[in-house]
């Protein structure tokens, strides 16, 4: 009978064991990410990180599914401890990737490694054609494929450079992928965001995307039209989109989000209107235009009585990347310069890559990190 007793016991305290390890053996907060492979390889081996450093975790994935076009492989970790990929096929490593619980997974193909949609179709979408200035300017609006003009609203992000992220052969290094990446994140969540993309190409480029916000420190870049760019965006584009999409317009469901000029810029309209802004995703951004002192009596003299937008700061420092260099040092002091103008320490953060390059490459993969400050479903952020 003590027998019979004790093997009960055993098989209860193992089961709650089981239960409490979840099925994947490890941790109940473990996400399971999923890697197409296009190249059909034998096999993917996964290794988790915290970008500040620490422990990591190695996973031989798993076989999951395999079709005559690829062979896709599962693997988890837990998402509070790590916030990136390395994916190793054949001994080759890919660049460091996003890691969250809106990454659905990744695909490895000819343009290296791509956001896992799940094979949905290439994203499609609309196009509308402003008046700017003496001439015109497109916009592209990407919505969800369920995507219902009388059903559940949307939220939307903002974006400068709208030429080079919804069309793959965008760039030599494709796309920024921003339509696969909010798919993805709905594969993984209820999260449902319209991207607008704003055609900001050509000569006008640099000079449309430069706020003169005091002395800069390149001649090249003296009287910019950022304040022109600015109201274009919140009283032109943002009430077209008000109007005609099915998507919330309070400023905890919009965001905005760009990288290099992009990002200096798209970190001075949320700045600009706070009110209207819930973050702002600033990758690989200029900030280095502009003087620490420039930019402390800036931020200083803002209003943030409406809210102050989340902050996300993302750049590489490759030492083949001249360009990347440079804006990594700009990068860095904007924490300092943050902090100095009193903006709330728990409403900014920096990530960095230290291998990363000027190339949509990188901010193709960083950019689910991004949604993850943008639409957070946790306070367990890997330290910062």
């Given at each position: 009978?003590?027998?019979?007793?004790?093997?009960?016991?055993?098989?209860?305290?193992l089961?709650?064991?089981?239960?409490?390890?979840g099925?994947?053996?490890?941790s109940?907060?473990?996400?399971?990410?999923y890697?197409?492979?296009?190249?059909?390889?034998?096999?993917?081996t996964?290794?988790?990180?915290?970008s500040?450093?620490?422990?990591?975790k190695e996973v031989?994935?798993?076989?999951?599914e395999?079709?005559?076009?690829?062979?896709e492989?599962?693997?988890?970790?837990?998402?509070?401890?790590?916030?990136?990929?390395?994916?190793?096929?054949?001994?080759?490593?890919?660049?460091?990737?996003?890691?969250n619980?809106?990454?659905?997974?990744?695909?490895?193909?000819?343009?290296?490694?791509?956001?896992?949609?799940?094979?949905?179709d290439?994203?499609?979408?609309?196009?509308?054609t402003?008046?700017?200035?003496n001439?015109?300017?497109?916009?592209?609006?990407?919505?969800?494929?369920?995507y219902?003009p009388?059903?559940?609203?949307?939220?939307?992000?903002?974006m400068?450079?709208?030429?080079?992220?919804?069309?793959?052969?965008a760039?030599?290094?494709?796309?920024?992928?921003?339509?696969?990446?909010?798919?993805?994140m709905?594969?993984?969540?209820d999260?449902?965001?319209?991207?607008?993309?704003?055609?900001?190409?050509?000569?006008?480029?640099?000079?449309?995307?430069?706020?003169?916000?005091?002395?800069v420190?390149?001649?090249?870049?003296?009287?910019?039209?950022?304040e022109?760019?600015?109201?274009?965006?919140?009283?032109?584009?943002?009430?077209?989109?008000?109007?005609?999409?099915?998507v919330?317009?309070d400023?905890?469901h919009?965001h905005i989000?760009?990288s290099?000029?992009?990002?200096?810029?798209?970190?001075?309209?949320?700045?600009?209107?706070?009110?209207?802004?819930?973050?702002?995703?600033?990758?690989?951004?200029?900030?280095?235009?502009?003087?620490d002192?420039?930019?402390?009596?800036?931020?200083?003299?803002?209003?943030f009585?409406?809210?102050y937008?989340?902050?996300?700061?993302?750049c590489?420092n490759?030492?083949?990347?001249?360009l990347e260099?440079?804006?990594y040092a700009?990068?860095?002091?904007m924490?300092?310069?943050?902090k100095?103008a009193g903006?709330p320490?728990?409403?900014y953060?920096?990530?960095?890559?230290?291998?990363?390059?000027?190339?949509?490459?990188?901010?193709?993969?960083?950019?689910?990190?991004?949604?993850?400050?943008?639409?957070?479903?946790?306070?367990?952020?890997?330290?910062?």
């Open positions: 009978m003590k027998k019979i007793l004790c093997l009960i016991i055993c098989a209860a305290l089961a709650a064991a089981l239960a409490a390890c099925t994947q053996g490890g109940k907060n473990e996400h399971t990410i890697i197409r492979d296009e190249y059909k390889h034998d096999g993917v996964a290794t988790f990180f915290n500040n450093g620490g422990d990591k031989k994935a798993k076989p999951a395999s079709t005559e076009k690829y062979t492989f599962t693997c988890a970790a837990d998402p509070t401890l790590y916030d990136r990929v390395i994916l190793t096929v054949d001994e080759k490593d890919t660049v460091e990737l996003a890691f619980e809106h990454t659905h997974g990744w695909v490895l193909n000819s343009q290296r490694v791509w956001p896992n949609d799940s094979g949905c290439p994203p499609k979408t609309d196009r509308h402003f008046d700017y200035e001439r015109t300017k497109n916009v592209f609006i990407w919505t969800p494929d369920d219902d009388k059903g559940e609203k949307c939220a939307v992000i903002y400068p450079d709208g030429q080079n992220l919804f069309v793959p052969t760039t030599s290094t494709g796309s920024w992928a921003v339509a696969e990446s909010a798919r993805a709905l594969e993984e969540s999260i449902r965001t319209v991207i607008v993309g704003i055609e900001t190409d050509g000569a006008w480029r640099d000079s449309e995307l430069t706020p003169d916000i005091g002395e420190q390149s001649e090249e870049y003296k009287d910019g039209k950022g022109y760019f600015s109201d274009f965006v919140v009283n032109t584009v943002m009430p077209y989109i008000e109007e005609n999409y099915n919330y317009t400023r905890e919009t989000c760009g290099s000029s992009g990002g200096i810029e798209s970190f001075y309209i949320a700045m600009e209107h706070p009110d209207k802004f819930g973050s702002v995703g600033a990758l690989s951004p200029a900030f280095i235009l502009y003087g002192k420039t930019w402390e009596k800036y931020l200083s003299e803002k209003d009585s409406a809210g937008p989340t902050v996300y700061m993302y590489g490759s030492k083949t990347d001249d260099q440079l804006l700009g990068t860095v002091s924490s300092a310069t943050l100095k903006y320490e728990d409403k953060v920096t990530k960095i890559y230290e291998d990363g390059g000027h190339k949509e490459l990188y901010w193709r993969v960083i950019f689910p990190d991004y949604l993850r400050y943008a639409f957070p479903v946790t306070s367990d952020y890997p330290e910062r």
